[in-house]
């Protein structure tokens, strides 16, 4: 059986990492290396180096480390504990999508990926998020402890259906995936580009109070323009289709 690494930012119990895990576990060898926490938008920072503490534990019945830091730095961890590498690292599911250079800039689930890949942890890294449903607007509190049974049809199953499309298809021939799962379940993707401007997807306007020195960020609307594009990660999953977007490094 090929040798996976699973990790992400929601923690190393996250529900989203879990329901991957189980979608996995008959057909690969699987081993979780995630943070001991929730780092949602810890992108590839890393704490300062030296000591850091790490524990090993079973999620599901699969063997389960933690690391007390960044998502970063639990493939740090991985690099130490798999000198020889694996087959594959996928980071995710994350609660909540992950799109264009967004993945990239600020997502710890994006940075462990990349780290890992940059470390040579694996020669093929995948990134899986998921658009929850308006109903399910609570993706960014800790959910740990939560059921996953609500997610093992999807995007359980539909998550080894896309591994087992990417191993088919040798990865589109790049070394990185980037997945995005819409809200409602299907099998069917699109093989897509990254949205490059951000704005073109996140409408928000940033509110800076001078009287206070705080600022914050509503999002409220997506470029028309955009959501119908197939072509782009977005308009793919707005449109109800997974959109894989494959990436190369150079």
Request: glycine content about 10%.
């Amino acid at each position: 059986m090929k040798k996976v690494i699973i990790t992400g930012d929601d923690g190393y119990k996250g529900v989203g990492l879990r329901v991957l895990a189980n979608a996995l576990r008959n057909d690969f060898d699987l081993t979780i290396i995630a943070t001991r926490e929730q780092k949602s938008g810890a992108g590839g920072s890393v704490k300062a180096y030296g000591e850091k503490e790490w524990g090993e534990e079973t999620v599901d019945g699969i063997k389960a480390y933690w690391v007390d830091g960044t998502p970063a730095d639990s493939m740090e961890f991985a690099q130490g504990l798999f000198p020889n590498g694996v087959d594959y690292l996928i980071s995710g599911i994350n609660w909540g999508e992950n799109i264009g250079l967004s993945t990239f800039t600020a997502s710890g689930t994006g940075g462990a990926a990349l780290r890992g890949y940059a470390l040579g942890i694996a020669p093929k890294a995948i990134i899986m998020s998921w658009m929850k449903p308006d109903s399910e607007n609570d993706w960014w509190k800790d959910k740990s402890e939560d059921d996953t049974q609500p997610y093992l049809e999807y995007p359980g199953k539909a998550s080894l259906h896309i591994v087992n499309e990417a191993i088919t298809n040798s990865f589109w021939n790049k070394d990185i995936l980037n997945v995005n799962f819409p809200p409602n379940p299907t099998n069917e993707y699109k093989i897509t580009k990254l949205l490059k401007l951000l704005p073109k997807f996140y409408k928000y306007p940033v509110i800076i109070e001078n009287n206070t020195y705080r600022y914050d960020e509503q999002v409220f609307a997506y470029d028309e323009i955009t959501k119908n594009d197939l072509t782009l990660d977005v308009g793919a999953i707005l449109s109800g289709y997974i959109s894989i977007t494959p990436v190369t490094i150079e």
